[in-house]
T-cell receptor
Framework: QQPVQSPQAVILREGEDAVINCSSSKALYSVHWYRQKHGEAPVFLMILLKGGEQKGHDKISASFNEKKQQSSLYLTASQLSYSGTYFCGTETTSGTYKYIFGTGTRLKVLA | DAGVIQSPRHEVTEMGQEVTLRCKPISGHDYLFWYRQTMMRGLELLIYFNNNVPIDDSGMPEDRFSAKMPNASFSTLKIQPSEPRDSAVYFC?????????FGPGTRLLVL
């Protein structure tokens, strides 16, 4: 079953923050975050493994709550380049590398 | 490295015709994935290979779809016969250390 992402869409001004959530009905082993710009392929952002860790680079970070089967992506001080559709990819069993991608969140950053 | 290479980039065909999509993964990557992306269904995993062996093809929609990986540097996804509902963007991705690298995709339109 496809993980549900919220919100479905969000519009921001440059410099504003955003949070994108990914919820699964199944227990998760890992969560991956990707960003896809219009007409392009998805590009990897980060991976979070079971253990409730939080990761980040630059102004983008993410957390993984395995008990709640949820992950959140945090975009801080958004830039125009952050615009695109964000997908979470979930893996329910270690080692299968079978990722089920979420419903997607469209993010638009305005100048 | 050139990244994942897919061909053709665009394909327009008529219903009933055979379609073959091609993928060259990044050298050294031992996993290869085929995805289909549509507005209605999002990003769906069709099949994936490990060391050229199909591991999970449960996402392949029908017997009209088949995929092969004759060697580590080449894979094909074939649709025979094609139908209008097969119209989508088909992505190939290869994996290294948990990260999936997507190709540019093949935009397929079946008339």
């Amino acid at each position: 079953q496809q993980p549900v992402q919220s919100p479905q869409a969000v519009i921001l001004r440059e410099g504003e923050d955003a949070v994108i959530n990914c919820s699964s009905s199944k227990a998760l082993y890992s969560v991956h975050w990707y960003r896809q710009k219009h007409g392009e392929a998805p590009v990897f952002l980060m991976i979070l493994l079971k253990g409730g860790e939080q990761k980040g680079h630059d102004k983008i970070s993410a957390s993984f709550n395995e008990k709640k089967q949820q992950s959140s992506l945090y975009l801080t001080a958004s830039q125009l380049s952050y615009s695109g559709t964000y997908f979470c990819g979930t893996e329910t069993t270690s080692g299968t590398y079978k990722y089920i991608f979420g419903t997607g969140t469209r993010l638009k950053v305005l100048a | 490295d050139a990244g994942v290479i897919q061909s053709p980039r665009h394909e327009v065909t008529e219903m009933g015709q055979e379609v073959t999509l091609r993928c060259k993964p990044i050298s050294g990557h031992d996993y290869l994935f085929w995805y289909r992306q549509t507005m209605m269904r999002g990003l769906e995993l069709l099949i994936y290979f490990n060391n050229n062996v199909p591991i999970d093809d449960s996402g392949m929609p029908e017997d009209r779809f088949s995929a092969k990986m004759p060697n580590a540097s080449f894979s094909t996804l074939k649709i025979q016969p094609s139908e209008p509902r097969d119209s989508a963007v088909y992505f190939c991705a290869s994996r290294d250390r948990g990260i999936q690298y997507f190709g540019p995709g093949t935009r397929l339109l079946v008339l």
